[in-house]
């Protein structure tokens, strides 16, 4: 009876860690690109925009190119993992745009989908690490960090001296 009960927790558990998966793929790009178009981030936007469509180009043509079994058999779109691929461009973008200070919870995230779909027989350890190599290295090749100030003037007076100063971040 207790191996019974076990056995069914765990196979909720595993279903929710599935789900969680499942639903990273969507909030995780939708999070990166909300937050940027909600604070008027036009530059970012399309930063993001340009790494997801070829994030997308490279997982879908590698899929069809290498059409690599998955772990459960139920078709041959194993290599790279895309939904890991997804998280981890969307976390790359995050971090490197906007800083660690929100990238360290978005790469938690993203790890945790690679997670669910090892733990849910659709990808090994290879698909994922795949994925991740090419979410993060699609949104470097396009994001800069983020600066909301490019320019600072500044004024200093001091016993009838005055200073004028201008400062600009490229």
Not at 2 to 24: E, H, M, P, R, Y
Not at 28 to 34: E, F, R, S
Not at 44 to 63: P, S, Y
Not at 98 to 114: R, S, V
């Amino acid at each position: 009876m207790l191996a019974i009960l076990f056995s069914t927790l765990l196979k909720a558990q595993d279903k929710t860690i599935t789900t969680l998966g499942d639903v990273l793929i969507f909030t995780m790009p939708a999070t990166a690109l909300g937050s940027s178009i909600i604070i008027g981030d036009q530059k970012g936007t399309w930063q993001f925009t340009k790494g997801f469509l070829l994030n997308q180009a490279l997982t879908i043509g590698l899929k069809t190119a290498i059409d690599k079994p998955r772990p459960d058999l139920s078709n041959n779109s194993s290599f790279p993992s895309g939904h890991t691929s997804i998280t981890f461009q969307s976390a790359a973008f995050i971090q490197k745009r906007y800083g660690w200070k929100y990238g360290a919870a978005a790469y938690a995230l993203a790890g945790f989908t690679g997670y669910s779909r090892i733990q849910a027989d659709k990808h090994d350890g290879w698909d994922v690490l795949a994925g991740a190599i090419i979410g993060v290295g699609s949104s470097y090749i396009f994001t800069t960090p983020y600066q909301k100030e490019h320019m600072e003037i500044t004024f200093n007076s001091n016993d009838g001296h005055y200073l004028l100063g201008c400062k600009y971040k490229f």
